[in-house]
Nanobody, 123 residues
Framework: QVHLVESGGGSVQAGGSLRLSCATSGYSYGSYSMAWFRQTAGKEREGVAVIYTGGVGTDYADSVKGRFTVSQDNAKNTLYLQMNSLKAEDTALYYC????????????????WGQGTQVTVSS
């Protein structure tokens, strides 16, 4: 059974940094594309960053390009999201997801999801 567990969220002032982690289990890590999404109350979930199967490439939402970096450690079965220069509008519940099912990754068609970790940025 696949499990994804996010951690690393918290409260930070604008301009600060956080690193989110997504610990995975239950499958051969690296065999799926993985992504980060975020959602705030009253808004649709939005894609933040994706790392494709085998780490062959990444993609980012325009709103985070140049500020966020997605990476993974295959030895630790863990996905990361380094978030720098945080803004108040980055405040959201952040989720990791695994196993892209097709279509645009940004639209969130993934098979497995974590429970989320809250990021709050104060201005």
């Amino acid at each position: 059974q696949v499990h994804l567990v996010e951690s690393g969220g918290g409260s930070v002032q604008a301009g600060g940094s956080l690193r989110l982690s997504c610990a995975t289990s239950g499958y051969s890590y690296g065999s799926y594309s993985m992504a980060w999404f975020r959602q705030t109350a009253g808004k649709e979930r939005e894609g933040v960053a994706v790392i494709y199967t085998g780490g062959v490439g990444t993609d980012y939402a325009d709103s985070v390009k140049g500020r966020f970096t997605v990476s993974q450690d295959n030895a630790k079965n863990t996905l990361y999201l380094q978030m720098n220069s945080l803004k108040a509008e980055d405040t959201a519940l952040y989720y990791c997801a695994a196993h892209h099912l097709g279509g645009s990754w940004f639209k969130g068609s993934f098979a497995y999801w974590g429970q989320g970790t809250q990021v709050t940025v104060s201005s």
